[in-house]
Structures are given as C-alpha cells and as structure tokens.
C-alpha cells in the first residue's frame, strides 16, 4: 500500500476515486431499496425498521472509510496535513459533481 501510495501522489486522482467508491457504494445500497421495493415481499414491520438502522450505521461506517479513511492517514501516520486536506477537499469536490449530475439527469428524465 506504500508504494501504491508514493506511485500516486496526485490529491485529485486519489480524491476521484474515493467519491467514485461512494458513489458506486450508494447506487448498491439504492438497487437494494429498489428491489425491496419491487419484490412482493409482505412488509418486514419490526425486522424491517431493525434493518433500516443497521444499514444506516454499516453505511455510515463505509462511507466516513472511504471518506475519511485515507486523509486520516496521510494527516496523522504519515504527517502530511496539506496532502490530507487536499484530498478530503478533492473528495468532496467530486461527490458534490455528482450530486449535481444526479440532479441534471433527474430534472432532465423529469421533463
């Protein structure tokens, strides 16, 4: 993981694919709502809320890893606070694209 590490140095490649993992992260857990969904399985009532909350709490763990997981590292193993800032700041910047995408193509299949 080192050398990978040291072969990239580039905050905004790195930044790039940690959004692209929560997004292909939240597409996965939005495909399974969907097909809950569209099942024709009766309603789940109290394992079905018990689910809900775990997931919330799996997801969350998930996503602040892909997130948080790598400028944590750079900021406190590594002591490289401007590499680790820049690559949160990265990330941020690219999942914000591609909510604004989301919302582009919604208002586009909308009208």
């Known amino acids: 993981m080192e ?14 694919v940690q959004a ?4 292909v992260y939240s597409a996965a857990v939005a495909g399974f709502f969907f097909f809950m969904e569209q099942s024709k399985i009766n309603e ?3 394992v079905g809320i ?3 909350l775990v997931l919330l709490v799996f997801s969350a763990g998930i996503t602040g890893t892909f997130v948080f997981g790598l400028p944590a590292y750079f900021a406190f193993i590594k ?3 401007t590499r680790a800032i820049s690559t949160l700041a990265y990330t941020f910047l690219y999942i ?5 995408l989301a919302v582009f193509l919604i208002v586009a299949i909308a009208i």
């Open 50 to 52: 018990v689910l809900m």
């Open 20 to 23: 692209a993992a929560v997004v």
């Open 44 to 46: 789940p009532g109290y």
């Open 96 to 100: 914000f694209l591609a909510i604004v």
């Open 79 to 81: 002591n490289n606070v």
């Open 3 to 16: 050398k990978f590490l040291d072969k990239y140095k580039n905050s905004a490649l790195i930044g790039l």
